[in-house]
């Protein structure tokens, strides 16, 4: 079993850049205040945050990305893919890559294995040299292999590399 990678920080200083180039200074200011509040772990503070800098610009992708990340931490699948989805609507640069990387993962955790590859195959169209990437994408294969009659589950337990 491999362990989860904790690579959200990183990405976390990126789109508090992004969101500070793209956003007025109440976004940025939220979306660094969400994003204060998601380092420390606390899922709703972020969450709202993350909220209110939506309904100031709703066309940003930072806020949904960044709220999809939130919700992934609270385990509410169907809320992250939500938000994850909403963002890459409008995501420029490099979020579209991560994006579709955490989406990949939000299915995965919801056993949603067809979607799962395809989001990580759409995240290695943008980066052929992700890793994580080509290793989640072979864990949502042989899930959704094992799930078809006759197969042996191997590897139970495995988990989708960390988000982005």
Same mark, same amino acid.
């Given at each position: ?8 920080? =990183?990405?976390l200083m990126s789109v508090l850049v992004l969101g500070g180039v ?18 420390? @772990?606390?899922w709703e503070a972020s969450l709202e945050a993350y909220e209110q ?11 949904? &990305? ?25 995501? @420029? ?41 080509? &290793? ?10 094992? @799930?078809? =009659?006759?197969?042996? =589950? ?8 960390? @988000?982005?």
């Open positions: 079993m491999k362990m989860l990678l904790t690579r959200y920080a =990183p990405i793209a956003c007025t200074s109440a976004e940025a200011t939220l979306v660094r205040d969400g994003n204060e509040t998601f380092a420390e @772990e606390d800098a939506q309904q100031e610009a709703p066309e940003l992708a930072e806020p949904y &990305y960044n709220a999809g990340n939130a919700y992934y931490r609270k385990q509410e699948y169907g809320s992250a893919q939500q938000n994850i989805e909403n963002a890459l609507r409008t995501a @420029e640069g490099e979020l579209p890559g991560q994006a579709n990387f955490n989406l990949g993962n939000t299915q995965f955790q919801a056993e949603e294995f067809e979607s799962a590859i395809e989001a990580y195959k759409e995240t290695l169209r943008l980066d052929p040299d992700d890793q994580d990437a080509k &290793y989640n994408l072979e864990l949502a294969l042989l899930q959704l292999q094992q @799930e078809q =009659p006759g197969q042996q =589950p191997e590897g139970e337990g495995d988990q989708p590399q960390g @988000e982005q």
